[in-house]
């Protein structure tokens, strides 16, 4: 009576390594065991399609966003060229232009990230935290033109991790991008630990409804200034690699 479940279970643990389910319920007799085998088939199959589907989507629309990007910036660096045009009356609209434009490509390479890793995790690699911490701040450190605000690091190079470093990178770049962005004056304060990295600032903050439980169904819309959609890429980062997201 219980070998067919075990047998079941066990063709279910192997072809999830491959995500492969086709045709393993034809070996099982027509019982109430060969119709559970059945369901599970085409419900697994319609799941990998689903993820497959989306898959795709993330990579296409990526793709198809980066040629109009270009565009934009291309466009903006003929008009900085052009002697004939007076640049400096419509320097703070194209310093929005270009602030928008690296928005953009920074989403759309965590876009085409998510999409090639979805599957199967990268390869881990051994770094500084420090070291990639600073790089993202040079990165961004365009938000926090005229504006007063000091950046602090607490922590030396001796802290370093074993992960995969395009998750790391996306999952601090995001949460620091918010505080530089949305903080006006004050603070942005990085502690790093061993077991921890610390984030945070004098902005606006994040409304208690705007955490990332909120948009745990992936229905519930987040903050409308923006912050939405990188938290939820962040939570659904930190769960992929089993890490501890704490937002306060």
């Not at 390594?17 to 085409?42: C, M, P, V, W």
């Amino acid at each position: 009576v219980i070998e067919p479940v075990v047998r079941l279970v066990n063709i279910i643990k192997d072809e999830s390594k491959t995500r492969e389910y086709h045709n393993f319920s034809t070996d099982f007799y027509h019982d109430e065991i060969g119709f559970l085998a059945r369901t599970l088939e085409q419900h697994l199959v319609r799941m990998e399609k689903a993820i497959e589907a989306e898959k795709r989507f993330a990579s296409d629309v990526s793709h198809e966003m980066r040629t109009p990007v270009t565009t934009i910036k291309g466009a903006l660096d003929v008009i900085r060229r052009n002697q004939q045009i007076d640049f400096e009356c419509i320097e703070r609209p194209a310093a929005r232009i270009d602030r928008a434009v690296k928005d953009m490509e920074n989403l759309i390479e965590t876009f085409l990230t998510l999409s090639r890793f979805q599957a199967d995790l990268p390869e881990p690699e051994t770094f500084s935290v420090r070291s990639v911490v600073e790089d993202i701040i040079d990165q961004n450190i365009y938000l926090l033109n005229n504006k007063s605000v000091d950046v602090n690091i607490e922590g030396d190079d001796t802290t370093i991790i074993s992960v995969a470093p395009v998750f790391f990178k996306i999952v601090i770049s995001n949460i620091l991008r918010n505080a530089f962005q949305y903080t006006r004056s004050g603070a942005i304060n990085i502690e790093i630990q061993n077991h921890y990295v610390k984030i945070s600032d004098t902005g606006t903050g994040i409304p208690p409804t705007a955490g990332p439980m909120a948009a745990e169904d992936g229905n519930t819309p987040l903050d409308h200034q923006g912050i939405g959609i990188g938290l939820s890429i962040v939570q659904r980062l930190c769960e992929r690699v089993s890490w501890q997201l704490d937002i306060r």
